[in-house]
């Protein structure tokens, strides 16, 4: 006579396992928190350097070496230089907030622009209904306040930059085995397993050496040019085109545009005319020749999720969304490869994907990267 009993002693220990198992997790998660960014960076310094770091690894066979020769090239030619780069952006980004608010820099602006006979009326209109000034004031100041909170933090700093050497060095030295790890408590077939790490993989080394790039080097020819124009707080808008540039759809445009429009309504025209021709031709255009040989098709997403994961990750994660947005996208698309594939014949979600099959991220959201 089968038991039919509910709440056996085998059940009761198996939820009370499987509560504490969540317990356990959720608090880990807690403990990690802190170091996701730094985690997430290591990740993706990672994967972008993988192939030098398996050019190395062939040439000294001993792995530990090889790690630490490794994570000592990356702190010396991109952390490190990064680190200093973003402190100065940072600094030279408050010294002229500091200077436009110290200057009168608003005021004055203002009352050159309402002098100007189609804008003049619409800003005075605008401007006292919602008190711009007071609100572009608020603005400098909560900006100076937070980079002055990343300067002043410099121990903060450098202890996740060190946490993020620290990771990376086991994640050169042990990707292997922690991949072989990480496939046992997959509960996915082996061929769905790679299929996953792939596109992880590929949506890591998009962003990095693709998007990055790319946004870096269109800050800079934009950087360039508003410090030769004589643009107010050049290196702060400078900055500012490097983050819109990492945004799908919108690019640059959103800030070379007002700039381009600031300088004509202040009376130099020439100059007006010189930025939307670099910015159209040169800065927004750049993107379309570098752009595919850096991505090609490794980006395997439709521009619409694409720019969602970039902007919600960064809301959620902070500055490390750039990189997490796209690669939790990347792992929900491969998630629902599985149940797509596992159950489009009415075959049972138990069995394994098979090798050939269609990547649902083209038939749901189409090829377009």
Known sequence: MSDARVFTRDRVLTGVLGVLTAIAVYVCYLIIEPFIPSIAFAVALSVATQSPYRWIARRIPRPTVAATLAVILVAILIVGPAAFLITYIVQMAIDSIDEIQSGGGIASLRIRLESTPVIGPILTEFGGRFRLEEEISNLGKTLAARGASVLSGSIAVITQLGITLFVLFFLYRDRDSATESLRKLLPLSDAEADRLFARVTSTISATVNGSLTVA????????????????????????????????????????????????????????ALFLVFWGGVVVSSIDNVLYPHLVGDKLKLHTVPTFFSVIGGISVFGPSGIILGPIVLAVAIALIDVWWHRTEHGNAAEDAVPEDHQDPAEVLLGPEA
Do not use: E, R
């Open 216 to 271: 870096f080097i269109q800050a800079l020819l934009a950087g360039i040019v508003y410090v030769f124009l004589g643009v107010p707080a050049a290196v702060l808008w400078g900055a500012v085109t490097f983050l819109v540039a990492l945004i799908p759809v919108f690019g640059t445009f959103l800030v070379w545009s007002p700039i381009a429009a600031f300088l004509a309504l202040s009376g130099s025209p020439a100059k």
